[in-house]
């Protein structure tokens, strides 16, 4: 777990990224801002609706299209970011 405030003047928001089923969309903007979003792409998150529902199952290209800039190196970084925590989540095969 990790704490991470969003901007001065908003709350702590703490996330256990082994565990991502019941995230909030203040917990998944939360998550978009430590991989680099900023609050300027944390805040476009949160006025998306984007929870964890929606950053596990869309596409990612649908997720990058919807981050307010065109830094390739920034939309590389969230993509690596994005498949990482996709692949965490992937129940074990029996």
């Known amino acids: 777990m990790f704490n991470l405030e969003l901007s001065s003047n908003s709350r702590e928001v703490q996330l256990d990224i082994s565990n991502t089923e019941n995230w909030s969309v203040s ?3 939360a998550w978009f801002y430590r991989n680099g979003g900023g609050t300027t792409g944390a805040s476009k998150f949160k006025s998306e609706g984007i929870n ?3 950053l ?3 596409p990612t290209n649908d997720l990058l ?7 390739l190196g920034f939309k590389t ?3 690596e970011a994005l498949a990482e925590l996709q692949n ?3 129940p ?3």
């Open 27 to 29: 917990e998944t903007a």
């Open 52 to 54: 964890e529902k929606t």
């Open 56 to 58: 596990l199952t869309e």
């Open 65 to 71: 299209a919807a981050i307010p800039t065109e830094n």
């Open 77 to 79: 970084k969230l993509r």
């Open 88 to 90: 965490s989540q992937i």
């Open 92 to 94: 074990p095969s029996y």
